[in-house]
């Protein structure tokens, strides 16, 4: 496999820890990836979701950064509809003085919540349509040509961050073609428009300052274990949790206190639809079929950079994945 390797970590909170626990595991799986040779670990913004812990990505990164000394770091991703680009060039700024060199800024165009949270967070429903300008004004900040005259971005002017597209869409990948920059599809939670989307990025594609030619990021689950026995245990926890999280409403409850016996009542009254419908390109066993899952998922996709969920129920579970994985390729 010659594509990079990466991973995206969701910063779980799995059930009966804290947002402290996820935190320390946040900062364990940092270190093993950063010992095993990945290239980079993107956090993601999610807002009002029990089993995430990452809303103040900003602040996780920096957190994440002090414990590690190598690794890329970086948002995958900002949800920029929820913030002033000025805001994000100012964070990014911030973290890119702290680590030189190591900070990436993916963006998305998604509000990443319902109604009633973006409200909570005082943006306008309207404020996506705004995204192709939101992301020149957010590139001119950092790189010291600010669109708006007497402001600049401090810390942040000329820090010329690294800006990544990310979407799970043909306008996202469009856009990212446009303005020439990477492309990161959202394949291992909505996998439809996978190839389609690739496709229209590498046709739209133009050179800019910042990439001379298409950057393709694919994103795909990995449950990597020593037997392909504790590989499906492991996945079959992922994908209760997975039910849980969509559907406990439907039982009244929050999906913490969702029961194994009725996770797996909800996955066979038709949740496995959209549960694996969701993890469709998902690598699960051992390294040896991990390895031959992703070879074919790179021939299919022919990406540049692999970036790996790594779905385990456990904190120890999930860095015995990565190591198996990083052996594997």
Same mark, same amino acid.
């Given at each position: 496999?010659?594509a990079?390797?990466?991973?995206?970590?969701?910063?779980? %909170?799995?059930r009966?820890?804290?947002? #402290?626990?996820?935190?320390?595991?946040?900062?364990?799986?940092?270190?093993?990836?950063?010992?095993?040779?990945?290239?980079r670990?993107w956090?993601?913004?999610?807002? *009002?979701?029990? #089993?995430? !812990?990452?809303?103040a990505?900003?602040?996780?990164? !920096?957190?994440?950064?002090?414990?590690?000394?190598?690794?890329?770091?970086?948002?995958?991703?900002i949800?920029?509809? *929820?913030?002033?680009?000025l805001?994000?060039?100012?964070?990014?700024?911030?973290?890119?003085a702290?680590y030189?060199?190591? %900070?990436?800024?993916?963006?998305g165009?998604? @509000?990443?919540?319902?109604?009633?949270?973006?409200?909570?967070?005082?943006?306008d429903?309207?404020? !996506?349509?705004?995204?192709?300008?939101?992301?020149r004004?957010?590139?001119?900040y950092?790189?010291g040509?600010s669109?708006?005259?007497?402001?600049? $971005?401090?810390?942040?002017?000329?820090?010329?961050?690294?800006?990544?597209?990310?979407?799970?869409?043909?306008?996202?990948?469009?856009? $990212?073609?446009?303005?020439?920059? @990477?492309y990161a599809?959202?394949?291992?939670?909505?996998?439809?428009d996978?190839?389609?989307?690739?496709?229209?990025?590498?046709?739209?594609?133009?050179?800019?300052?910042?990439?001379?030619?298409?950057?393709?990021?694919?994103?795909?689950?990995?449950?990597a274990?020593?037997?392909?026995?504790?590989?499906?245990?492991?996945?079959?926890k992922?994908?209760?949790?997975?039910?849980?999280?969509?559907?406990a409403?439907?039982?009244?409850?929050? @999906?913490?206190?969702?029961? +194994?016996?009725?996770?797996?009542?909800?996955?066979?009254?038709?949740?496995?639809?959209?549960?694996?419908?969701?993890?469709?390109?998902?690598?699960?066993g051992?390294?040896?079929?991990?390895?031959?899952?992703? +070879?074919?998922?790179?021939?299919?996709?022919?990406?540049?950079?692999l970036?790996?969920?790594?779905?385990?129920?456990?904190?120890?579970?999930?860095?015995?994945?990565?190591?198996?994985? $990083?052996?594997?390729?």
């Amino acid at each position: 496999m010659r594509a990079r390797l990466s991973i995206l970590d969701l910063a779980p %909170i799995a059930r009966g820890q804290t947002a #402290s626990d996820s935190f320390a595991a946040s900062v364990a799986l940092a270190r093993r990836a950063e010992e095993l040779g990945y290239h980079r670990i993107w956090y993601a913004e999610h807002h *009002n979701m029990p #089993s995430i !812990a990452s809303s103040a990505t900003s602040v996780l990164i !920096a957190h994440i950064g002090a414990q590690t000394s190598s690794i890329r770091l970086g948002s995958g991703g900002i949800m920029l509809p *929820n913030h002033s680009p000025l805001t994000i060039a100012e964070q990014f700024g911030t973290l890119e003085a702290m680590y030189p060199g190591r %900070i990436d800024l993916g963006l998305g165009r998604a @509000p990443g919540s319902d109604q009633n949270t973006t409200y909570a967070l005082r943006r306008d429903p309207r404020s !996506a349509e705004a995204f192709p300008s939101d992301v020149r004004e957010l590139q001119a900040y950092l790189a010291g040509d600010s669109r708006v005259p007497g402001v600049n $971005a401090i810390p942040g002017k000329g820090s010329k961050v690294p800006l990544y597209i990310l979407g799970s869409s043909l306008f996202g990948a469009q856009l $990212a073609g446009a303005y020439g920059l @990477p492309y990161a599809f959202a394949s291992h939670f909505a996998p439809d428009d996978l190839e389609h989307a690739i496709a229209a990025y590498r046709s739209e594609f133009k050179p800019s300052a910042q990439l001379a030619e298409p950057y393709v990021i694919a994103g795909v689950n990995v449950t990597a274990a020593d037997t392909a026995e504790a590989a499906r245990s492991q996945f079959q926890k992922v994908r209760r949790a997975r039910a849980a999280s969509l559907f406990a409403r439907q039982l009244g409850v929050s @999906p913490a206190e969702i029961t +194994d016996e009725q996770a797996d009542g909800l996955l066979a009254r038709g949740a496995a639809v959209h549960v694996d419908h969701m993890l469709t390109y998902s690598a699960v066993g051992t390294p040896g079929e991990i390895s031959d899952y992703l +070879d074919g998922f790179l021939k299919k996709t022919g990406a540049d950079e692999l970036i790996v969920v790594h779905q385990a129920p456990g904190t120890e579970d999930r860095l015995r994945s990565v190591t198996l994985l $990083a052996e594997a390729m």
